[in-house]
């Protein structure tokens, strides 16, 4: 009886998370693009522009291509799908995830990669030259960017113990938060990786549909309507997922450990305070830096890699 | 608190000096050195607040005022002058350098822990960087042809150096930390000079050339 009751409860703080989630992911995208536009003193997109591009684009029609299989209409909801379903396995406000029991961070990054594969195939789908180009790009830097992201992750969870990101945030905050040199080395190789996986400009740049340099832009490039929606949408979200992750790995305090309503607030609050100063820093960076060149792009991720395989080695030293 | 705000200054210098490895723009490279020399600063005030050791307050403010700032806005006016902005060509490419890098500061830490003092805590991560920046700088050193790069390389060993100096031992005399703040601003300015000669003659800051004959 209990069992079940603990399986609908986690099932209900899961949805609620996923949805609260979606409902934030296109506000932070359109802050970031404001924060860049104000930088640039520029007056920028209004907050809600977000929400706005998403209601315009559901409400279009799909156009799809006549060789379209259906390998190209799965694309973008698998895509959709796993990035709603990583958002429940990341601790957010209380120190614990919705579904922790099914896994930790592993099940995280693969997620996310079944996301990425299912993007990657669609794209080469239709036969289009930029699809196929967009999706070789895209992989080729995820296949460097996951083993650092792992890696990253692997530091954090070794200090605290735990594979388990709810069981992690735990550990930290129950052991008191304490810097080791490997903390900072794993940030940076993290934040780095955030850049590239989100598309951010010194890897990839959202703006432009230029066919030189677009990545992510190149293999979405055949979507239009709902099919862009989605993808767009899962997007923002995985953007705020990374930033989530960065925040419970390396500036845990002020996540509430209980349910009560007073830690609820103050989580809430810090929760947002933190996640905007690393879209700020985000910002700057995209300000701050010219796009690499593609053949660069490696270099870059490689050395993320190196310094989380550095803040890993650090750890056993 | 104080251990927290060490160990988090002494990895970003440590972060600086990866970065540095990883740098292509001369520009960004001093501004990286910049950086490591604030967080220098940072570690010496920081020390110095927590022992009340009030001579450090000094070391920092010449830290922060000759490394942090003097010595970046001189070397920027140098490339600005002769206008070289990249190290085009390095002996190792740069994922390999970083790999050597990766392999210099696990021998770094390692050895870190041999010292009686490096066992355990914040002086064990301490000797630790400093080891790694020592010879990540000494690597870096070897592996590049400009002029200006080596120079960086040989001011990373430096601060690497200092690092462990006030970090982990009692302190120096005033005496020899102002000699040493001397020692290194002369050095700059006499290898900037020399950079200035060496573009002169060759029309490029590549130190390889030195050894082939021009008639």
Known sequence: ?????????????????????????????????????????????????????????????????????????????????????????????????????????????????????????????????????????????????????????????????????????????????????????????????????????????????????????????????????????????????????????????????????????????????????????VTITESTNAKLRLFRVPELVSISLGLAFLALAIRFL | MINDLLILSAAGMLVSAYLMVGQKALVTAIRLYGIQSLLLGMVAAAIAASESRHELFVTAAITVGLKAILIPWFLIRIIDRIGIHREIEPFLNVPTSLLVCLGLTVVGYRVSAGFPEGAEGVSHHLIGVALSMLLIGLFLMVTRKKAITQILALLTVENAVFLVAVGVTPGMPLVVELGIAFDVILAVLVLGILVHRIVDRFESMDVSRLSKLKG
């Open chain 1, 1 to 281: 009886m209990s069992m079940t009751a603990d399986v609908l409860r986690a099932f209900a703080f899961a949805v609620l998370q996923a949805a609260a989630l979606l409902a934030l992911a296109p506000l932070l995208k359109t802050a970031i693009k404001k924060m860049k536009a104000r930088l640039q003193n520029r007056q920028g997109p209004p907050l809600l522009q977000g929400y706005y591009d998403l209601a315009k684009l559901l409400r279009k029609e799909p156009v799809r291509s006549e060789t379209a299989s259906w390998v190209f209409v799965a694309g973008p909801r698998v895509y959709f799908a796993a990035a709603v379903a990583a958002t429940t396995l990341v601790p957010v406000l209380v120190a614990a995830a919705p579904l922790e029991m099914a896994g930790g961070i592993l099940l995280l990054v693969g997620t996310l990669a079944l996301g990425r594969f299912a993007l990657a195939t669609a794209a080469l789908d239709t036969g289009s030259a930029f699809g196929g180009m967009g999706a070789s790009r895209d992989m080729t830097i995820a296949a460097l960017a996951e083993p650092a992201l792992l890696l990253g992750l692997f530091t954090s969870a070794l200090a605290a113990g735990s594979l388990n990101l709810g069981g992690l945030v735990r550990n930290m905050l129950q052991h008191g938060v304490t810097f080791h040199p490997s903390d900072l080395l794993a940030f940076a190789g993290l934040f780095m990786i955030v850049i590239a996986e989100t598309g951010r400009i010194p890897v990839d740049n959202p703006a432009t549909h230029l066919e030189l340099t677009m990545i992510h832009e190149a293999m979405v490039l055949e979507y239009a309507g709902p099919d862009l929606a989605l993808v767009e949408w899962a997007s923002a979200l995985k953007e705020l997922l990374y930033l989530t992750l960065l925040v419970d790995l390396f500036m845990p305090v002020g996540i509430a450990t209980t349910a009560a309503p007073a830690a609820i607030v103050v989580a809430l609050l810090a929760w947002i305070g933190k996640v905007l100063v690393l879209a700020m820093a």
